[in-house]
Each structure stands twice: as C-alpha cells, then as structure tokens.
C-alpha cells in the first residue's frame, strides 16, 4: 500500500526523470546530425546559382534558398518577374555576391525596399576584386553599366571559401541557436573546397605547356580563375557586346601565336561569333558554365575542358 507521502515522492521523482529525459532528447534534436520536424526553415535568398551550394552546404536542412537569377539567364542583364520579387518577402536574410554585378546593382535598392526586415550580406567581404578586363578598354561604349571591377568572383575556390566563411556568418546572425551544427557544416564543405583548390593547382602544375596558358573565351568570366592558377584569359566580347571586325582579327592573330584549340563559350550566350573564329583557326568550341549551380563538380568540369585545351 502506497501512502500520501510515497505517492508525492513517487510523482516527484517521475517529474525529475522526465525533465532529465527531455533534456537529453532536446540536446539530441539540436545536434547537427539530426534537425527535423518542428523548425521551420529559414528562407534565404541569394543573386546567383553558384551561391546555391555555398548556402546549403553550410545551413543543411535549416535552409529554404531562393535564387533570383535562373538557371540559363545572364546576371549582367536579367530583370526579375515580379512574382519572382514577391517570393523576397519570406526572406531572412540576402546573400549579394557584392562584387559589382549589374543584376546587383541596377535591382538591390528595390531588393531592399521589399523587405526591409530583411538583413543584407556581402558575401564578397574580405575578397580582393581584380580589375574588369573589359573596362579597361579605351573605347567604352556609354550607356553601358559595366562595373569597374571583375564581377565574377566565385569561379576561384579561394574565394568561394571566403563566400562560405561570410554565408555561415550570415546564417549565425538570423540563427545564433544553431551556431554549432553550421559551423560543422562550414568546415566539412571548406574542406572539399580546398582539396578542389589543391586539385586544380596541382593538375595545372604538373602540365608542363601551362607557362601561362591562354584561354581564349568568349564572356570573359574566368579572370580570377586564372590569376589564381597561373592562366591567361582573353575575351572575344567586350562590354557586353559583340566584337568589331578589327577586333576580331586582333583575337584571331593572338589565338593563332598561342596556338589555341579551344574556345570557351556560356550556356548565357549565343556563340555565334565564337564559331566563326573557331572555324578560322582550326579550334573547336567548348561549352563551360560560370553559373552552374552544382559549384564543386562544375569546377572539376571547367579544369578538365582547360586542361584538355
Ligand atoms: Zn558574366
């Protein structure tokens, strides 16, 4: 027979048991491998498909990412759909890549009018921009909002390592509580990005014709690829534009001395011209992606095409 005193004691110690229990449940779900179920995701919303990866390498399942360039368009020219915009009213948080890129910079102050809960992160900080190879051309053309600097800075590894360091800074300011499980994830993909980055500079090392290589392209998107790795980039379009007749014998004279077999056009745009300086000089045209959004395996592609060039 149980008394009024033992009942008590009994119900204290199941609450006891239960508080204990719940403890190490709760500090089970809020560990990094497994955050499911009640959490809703954070919406994040970045410019460019590259930045796809670097945001959901780093916030796993706590992450809903919006991109507002699509698949296929040209970040130098796109205008969003207004439903497109409408989606940035869910959004925590703004990844710009920050380097000067037009869509950035003729539509982050509406961006920003949208949402102005919204916090707003350069996810450039800390990279150091290299001039744009196309505005230091003598005859500019007006009207043209090229920026001053090379806009594409993720197609170096190195700096998409900085892109990720100030995403998983990012992600931290809106979700300080799940600081433990993005920083884990930061380093795991940090760590495949530097074994991407010694994959590249030893595969183009340890060919011996790469004294600085040339790269003959048509968008010229490449340039901090090949200051990091020792390639040289020649563009045949410049400010946007298709080439003068005079320019494209310039290319096709350069090309011709440097003994060029390949050239390198985007899915983003037409390779018209490329085609015909190809069939000029007996190369071929090859088809690479700047704004692939599957970043490591799109790179190990783009080494390949360069290495077999
Ligand atoms: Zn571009």
Not at 91 to 118: C, H, P, R, T
Not at 129 to 157: C, F, M, R, T, Y
Not at 257 to 285: C, D, H, L, Y
């Amino acid at each position: 027979m149980i008394n009024v005193k033992n009942r008590t004691l009994i119900l204290f110690l199941s609450i006891v048991t239960l508080l204990i229990s719940g403890t190490i449940v709760y500090s089970l779900v809020s560990s990094p491998a497994d955050i499911t179920g009640s959490q809703e995701k954070i919406v994040v919303a970045a410019s460019v498909l590259p930045q796809k990866e670097f945001i959901e390498k780093v916030g796993g399942d706590r992450v809903q990412v919006i991109i507002m360039v699509p698949q296929g368009a040209d970040p130098h020219t796109y205008e969003p759909e207004p439903s497109k915009l409408r989606e940035l009213s869910q959004a925590k948080i703004y990844f710009e890549v920050g380097s000067g890129i037009e869509f950035e910079m003729a539509w982050m102050d509406k961006i920003k009018s949208l949402n102005s809960q919204m916090q707003i992160i350069n996810s450039s900080e800390g990279i150091k921009l290299i001039p744009n190879q196309e505005s230091q051309e003598p005859n500019q053309s007006e009207g043209n909002i090229a920026s001053e600097s090379d806009p594409h800075v993720w197609v170096s590894p190195r700096n998409a390592m900085q892109m990720v360091e100030n995403t998983y800074q990012g992600l931290v300011n809106v979700d300080p509580a799940h600081k433990n499980y993005y920083l884990k994830n930061k380093e795991n993909y940090l760590h495949e990005l530097q074994e991407l980055d010694s994959n590249i500079r030893q595969s183009l090392e340890h060919d011996d014709n790469n004294e600085n290589q040339t790269i003959l392209v048509y968008h010229p998107a490449w340039g901090y690829f090949c200051k990091e790795y020792g390639l040289k980039q020649i563009a045949i379009q410049h400010n946007g534009k298709e080439p003068s007749a005079q320019l494209i014998a310039q290319i096709i004279d350069e090309a011709r001395n440097k003994n060029v077999q390949a050239i390198f056009v985007s899915p983003q745009f037409s390779s018209r011209n490329a085609e015909v300086i190809a069939q000029e000089i007996g190369a071929q045209t090859v088809v690479i992606d700047p704004l692939a959004p599957d970043y490591i395996q799109n790179m190990e592609n783009v080494l390949k095409a360069f290495q077999n060039s």
